[in-house]
């Protein structure tokens, strides 16, 4: 069975960091591209980041650009989102998710980790 399990979520101040943590298992994700999203209250859930789980090629939402890192860690099937000078609008449920690099679409994903940044 294939699992995505978001961890490292939690209650920060403004120009703070958190990482999350994004464990996957059931398979390899060789192939796969690797994103984070996010969805806070009344709003939809929106783009943040990816990362190509083989090439590495990354891929930023412009809100987030500058001041999040997304990385991955093959040894341990686990990628990251290093977030960094976090602001109160970057509160949110963040979601890791996987597709297959030939699908547009998203078809693999973990139940989120709430990020709340107070100011």
């Known amino acids: 069975q294939v699992q995505l399990v978001e961890s490292g979520g939690g209650l920060v101040q403004a120009g703070g960091s958190l990482r999350l943590s994004c464990a996957a298992s059931?398979?390899?994700?060789?192939?796969?591209?690797m994103g984070w999203f996010r969805q806070a209250p009344g709003k939809e859930r929106e783009f943040v980041a990816a990362?190509?789980?083989?090439?590495?090629?990354?891929l930023y939402a412009e809100s987030v650009k500058g001041r999040f890192t997304i990385s991955s860690d093959n040894a341990k099937n686990t990628v990251y989102l290093q977030m960094a000078s976090l602001k109160p609008e970057d509160t949110a449920v963040y979601y890791c998710a996987a597709r297959p690099i030939w699908n547009p679409r998203y078809n693999t994903w973990g139940q989120g980790t709430q990020v709340t940044v107070s100011s």
């Open positions: 990362i190509n789980w083989s090439g590495g090629d990354i």
């Open positions: 059931g398979r390899t994700f060789s192939g796969s591209v």
